[in-house]
């Protein structure tokens, strides 16, 4: 069967559809890019915003016109929360929601998932996934918080972590398979294990990841701000550990924060904050914020807006505040208006463009490990290479060689403020 597989949203969205392709290989399906090649269409679906629900719909549309034939199966957090709206949708064969998701692949092919089935994988991989070289590994699911403005707790339920060595299982393959970084991912990452009678799971996962596999890069992803001990830092002991924490604020004003049930304050993030750079001073520091939630002053916004630029952080999603039915947030009063909320983002941006760069330029000069990832282009001077460093630095490179795939040094030269990213010359014997 020729399987087409797409997906919208979070990085959990990925790591789900890349899992589904092993195992749809691994029982001998072939995985096509062109949907019209396709028996069978798998859509993972966002909710997280309007945005996204819109563009989830427009997905489903697009890919019933581009192969009538094919079946059309939905799933995702759009797919948990408004099955029916989805069947309405023309083409679609069917809807699953994210508590059968694990099972999706199976109940597809009527076969058994096997755990993991190495050879045919390797054989039609070719050694790496799809052209990836990093590899989003899901450990957990669901999430026991209760974010105000969160819809993602509604559509994946009650947290619960993936046992140890099953995830141990899975990271031995991705780096037989070639992969050169693992990135652990969840809906709230810090919370694995917790289900489990662990409430050290995460720390605990990667000392044993570490320890046991032979990843040469592991990358933890979102992490709320209220999940990691002190004793959560000396993981950095081990260099294979990127130095990046992507750490959601929401909102730099403590009235907000309130408002949004988030389970942090402006000190105590910062405190984390000044932890953090204790162990690295090179620590890579993202957020994600929120602007225009209900109730939001002009103050609060000030406020906010100063506690970011204090926190100086290397990257910042900027969101819009958007009302997602279900959630006690657009029950709420005082919904600042769609003027307001944009140019309230367009001043957040602009201060996170800045930190951004601020952040790249310190690196100027110095010679960091690059994993390339993908060649985007050709020049007569050689190939276009982009790739990250472990502090999650963008870093462009012409080299006569395809570096895609290899962890190897760059001397980082300049910051291109339209690319957002650092030009650098690879290091190369
Ligand atoms: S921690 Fe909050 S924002 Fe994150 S998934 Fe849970 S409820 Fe949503």
């Not at 070289?133 to 699911?141: E, G, I, N, P």
Request: charged share 25%; net charge negative.
């Amino acid at each position: 069967m020729n399987v087409h597989l797409r997906m919208l949203g979070c990085r959990l969205n990925q790591a789900e559809i890349e899992r589904m392709a092993r195992q749809l290989t691994a029982q001998g399906h072939t995985i096509v890019e062109d949907p019209a090649l396709a028996d069978q269409i798998i859509v993972n679906t966002c909710a997280v915003t309007h945005d996204a629900v819109r563009g989830s719909r427009k997905l489903v549309r697009q890919l019933h016109r581009s192969s009538t034939e094919a079946e059309l199966t939905v799933t995702g957090c759009y797919a948990q929360l408004e099955p029916e709206a989805l069947r309405a949708l023309p083409g679609v064969t069917r809807v699953v929601g994210n508590e059968d998701k694990d099972q999706l692949v199976s109940t597809l092919t009527g076969q058994p998932v096997d755990a993991y089935d190495q050879e045919p994988i390797q054989r039609e991989t070719n050694g790496v996934g799809a052209g990836r070289t990093r590899a989003f590994v899901k450990v957990q699911d669901g999430c026991d918080n209760a974010c105000t403005f969160c819809v993602t707790t509604v559509a994946r339920g009650a947290g619960r972590s993936r046992p140890l060595a099953d995830v141990l299982r899975e990271v031995d393959l991705l780096v037989a398979m070639g992969y050169q970084e693992i990135v652990l991912t969840g809906v709230h990452l810090g919370s694995y294990g917790h289900d489990l009678g662990d409430v050290n799971g995460l720390m605990h996962l990667v000392q044993a990841i570490l320890a046991e596999t032979d990843a040469p890069r592991l990358r933890l992803s979102s992490l709320e701000p209220w999940d990691l001990a002190p004793e959560f830092f000396s993981l950095w002991q081990d260099a294979r550990l990127c130095r990046h924490l992507h750490l959601p604020l929401q909102s730099g004003c403590d009235a907000t924060l309130r408002r949004m049930a988030r389970r942090t304050t402006q000190a105590q993030f910062g405190a984390l904050v000044r932890q953090a750079r204790q162990i690295s001073d090179d620590m890579c520091i993202t957020s994600d914020i929120i602007v225009g939630f209900p109730g939001e002053t002009n103050e609060e916004f000030e406020t906010s807006l100063a506690f970011v630029e204090a926190m100086d952080f290397a990257g910042l999603h900027v969101f819009r505040y958007s009302k997602r039915p279900g959630t006690a947030a657009a029950r709420m009063r005082g919904h600042v208006d769609e003027a307001t909320s944009r140019e309230r983002s367009a001043r957040m941006m602009a201060h996170a463009d800045a930190q951004a760069q601020r952040y790249a330029e310190r690196f100027t000069g110095q010679a960091l490990d690059v994993l390339w990832e993908q060649v985007a282009g050709a020049t007569d001077r050689g190939f276009v290479n982009i790739g990250y460093t472990d502090n999650y630095i963008r870093v462009r490179c012409i080299h006569p060689r395809a570096l895609t795939n290899h962890i190897v040094p760059a001397q980082l030269d300049a910051y291109d403020v339209e690319q957002r990213q650092m030009h650098g010359t690879p290091i190369l014997d």
